[in-house]
């Protein structure tokens, strides 16, 4: 098969995991067969400081020809403490998803066995926690107006949906639901929130479709406590963007570390697969960052985008083995890790490299 992967590293350790990421999808191609060819572009800070964009347009088009993104982080420390900057490496990601129509954002939170101790949550309530999140990535608070009055005093950030955004990104979750346990979870906000009233009101109305999936509708704060008293009694998760979000953050200590979380953004045009963590700045240039969450990445990418499910697995199955082995980055250590098991972001590539 010949694909064409656009890699847009982005920010801090972002240009660190994806390296690795291109490096096992080249493994992957040598080995089953297949031609991959590669570019890459700019997004986020990188891209600010080299044409004032977070976003250029030249990185747009590279997307829209592209069979599928591998995509790092965006984020810096600089424009945490100047909260007045206009422009900021987070716009380059939001209008990314706008304008490729990436309204859904899964976020599988799978707990490696072997991973298990390395959670602060006790091993017997998490073993066998497989959910799948699907988050709304185009509308909600992120996308609404937002702005300042009362001479700048006063400031507003609108959420809004309508019923077309919520119904395709519910009929996406309950298709999902349809090929694991026909068990869905609709989280929303309905006590308080308009946005999250005709949320319930939609999914409600798109169940009637799935008879046999099981739905449940929960409040997003009785979410956030039941994933760490029972991460079991998930399936498939269905939220706004916003609470997909804060919820996915949390749920990452379920997989151990933020470091293990992969994610595909899909929607109307190319796909865009990336760790769910962010640019991590305290730790860029260490050579520390676990560069497993890029690597899952790339297997969903082979997975959803190419239809390449074998090649998927042989790298799933590649971190499994490396993890069985007992090698370790320094996020998913215990005490129980011999410290020559700790391993470095190209060291723990070099692993999964040898197991494919
Ligand atoms: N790889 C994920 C990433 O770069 N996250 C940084 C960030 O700004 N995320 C905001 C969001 O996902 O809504």
Request: glycine share 8%; hydrophobic share 40%.
């Amino acid at each position: 098969m010949k694909k064409h992967i656009l890699i847009v590293p982005g920010d801090g350790i972002g240009q660190e995991v994806t390296a690795v990421g291109k490096k096992v999808l080249d493994k992957i191609a040598a080995k089953f067969g297949h031609e991959f060819t590669y570019d890459s572009a700019l997004i986020g800070h990188v891209a600010i400081e080299a044409t004032g964009n977070p976003l250029p347009e030249e990185t747009l088009q590279k997307m829209k020809s592209s069979d599928a993104v591998l995509f790092g982080a965006v984020g810096h420390p600089k424009y945490d403490n100047d909260p007045t900057a206009k422009v900021r490496p987070e716009q380059g990601l939001l209008k990314m998803r706008k304008e490729l129509g990436l309204y859904a954002n899964l976020r599988p939170i799978k707990l490696f066995d072997e991973l298990l101790s390395a959670s602060s949550i006790k091993p017997e309530i998490l073993k066998g926690a497989d959910i799948l999140f699907f988050r709304e990535l185009t509308g909600d608070i992120y996308f609404g107006e937002k702005g300042r009055k009362n001479n700048g005093d006063t400031a507003f950030d609108m959420a809004e949906y309508s019923r077309y955004e919520v119904e395709r990104i519910a009929r996406k979750a309950f298709e999902a639901a349809m090929t694991r346990k026909k068990k869905l979870c609709s989280v929303d906000k309905a006590n308080v929130l308009e946005t999250s009233r005709l949320w319930r009101e939609v999914v409600q109305k798109v169940a009637l479709e799935y008879p046999e999936v099981e739905v449940e509708h929960q409040f997003v704060d009785a979410t956030a406590m039941l994933l760490i008293k029972d991460p079991c009694r998930f399936d498939v998760v269905v939220t706004a963007n916003l609470f997909g979000d804060i919820l996915t953050d949390e749920a990452s200590q379920i997989a151990g570390s933020m470091g293990m979380l992969a994610s595909a953004s899909i929607g109307d045009g190319t796909g865009v697969y990336e760790p769910i963590h962010g640019s991590a700045h305290d730790i860029t240039g260490k050579g520390v960052a676990n560069p497993l969450a890029s690597i899952l990445s790339a297997a969903l990418l082979l997975d959803i985008s190419f239809g390449l499910k074998a090649e998927s697995d042989a790298l799933i199955n590649a971190v499994d083995k490396v993890l069985k082995a007992g090698f370790r980055t320094r996020d998913i250590a215990d005490s129980q890790t011999a410290s020559n098991m700790v391993l470095g972001t190209e060291a723990m590539g070099e692993q999964v490299l040898n197991n494919i």
